[in-house]
């Protein structure tokens, strides 16, 4: 964006060699904007010595003359003045990106550094030429981060079976052994004896006799056992059916009684 600032020069010492006739009015019009050419960047950054450039401003002031005797005005380009003027910018958040803030200025293909003073956001410095600018820090250094180890998974490999051929099998040979026959005694060949290992025999195989012996006597005692039960069984029956069978006849014989005694009463009242 573009600014102004108007300023006046009744001393003489701003606008320098500009000529000011006695009955004319001089008041300069400084314009602030961000209209920077890329040889001029290109230029400033070759003079950065390591520092970073943050933001480009052009400045230039135009003085304008007022003739007060014809009322005619005048305007005259100003490049330079007999002193510095205290310029003070903003650089918003320029301001907490680095340390060692200063101004580049690019004046007729020359760069300057020019000391600056930050305060805040606000950039103050000093110049004496309307130019191009460039204000400039050096940037904190960054944390290095700390790089993790590299883990590369380590894979077996893998062994890989070759298979194998089944095992050839000999060749039986159908013919008979041949026997060689000489004129000498016959040499006899010794078989190899075999010692039979003796296996043992399980013990039901030894005395069968006594495995059948047993398992009848298994039979006979299950059968036994099945026998005692069911003979307990009949008996607890038969004692629960004469302790019925008991009640009973004495329930009987105590409704008997009593239709007696009452039999019995009402007789003798019938009497009376």
Request: hydrophobic share 40%.
């Amino acid at each position: 964006t573009d600014s102004f600032v108007e300023i006046s020069d009744p001393t003489g010492l701003i606008f320098g060699d500009l000529v000011i006739a006695p009955n004319e009015i001089a008041v300069g019009q400084i314009r602030v904007s961000t209209d920077v050419t890329e040889s001029e960047k290109q230029l400033i950054a070759q003079n950065l010595n390591g520092k970073t450039a943050a933001m480009y401003l052009n400045l230039t002031c135009a003085v304008v003359f007022y003739n007060a005797d014809t009322g005619a005005f005048r305007m005259q380009q100003l490049t330079d003045m007999q002193q510095p003027m205290r310029l003070t910018v903003d650089i918003g958040e320029y301001a907490s990106k680095g340390e060692n803030y200063c101004v580049l200025r690019e004046h007729a293909g020359v760069v300057d550094e020019l000391a600056a003073t930050l305060n805040g956001t606000m950039l103050s410095f000093e110049s004496s030429k309307f130019s191009t600018y460039s204000v400039a820090y050096t940037a904190f250094a960054q944390p290095t981060p700390t790089p993790m180890p590299s883990v590369s998974p380590s894979v077996a490999p893998v062994p890989t079976s070759t298979p194998q051929g089944k095992p050839s099998a000999k060749p039986v040979s159908s013919s008979m052994p041949s026997v060689n026959i000489s004129s000498s005694t016959p040499s006899v060949v010794p078989v190899p004896s075999v010692a039979a290992s003796a296996v043992p025999k399980k013990e039901s195989e030894i005395y069968p006799d006594d495995n059948i012996k047993d398992d009848s006597d298994t039979a006979a005692s299950a059968n036994h056992t099945a026998d005692e039960a069911l003979q307990a069984a009949s008996t607890w029956l038969m004692k629960w059916w004469l302790l019925i069978l008991i009640a009973i006849a004495l329930a009987t014989a105590i409704v008997v009684g009593v239709l007696i005694v009452k039999k019995h009463k009402k007789g003798k009242h019938a009497k009376k």
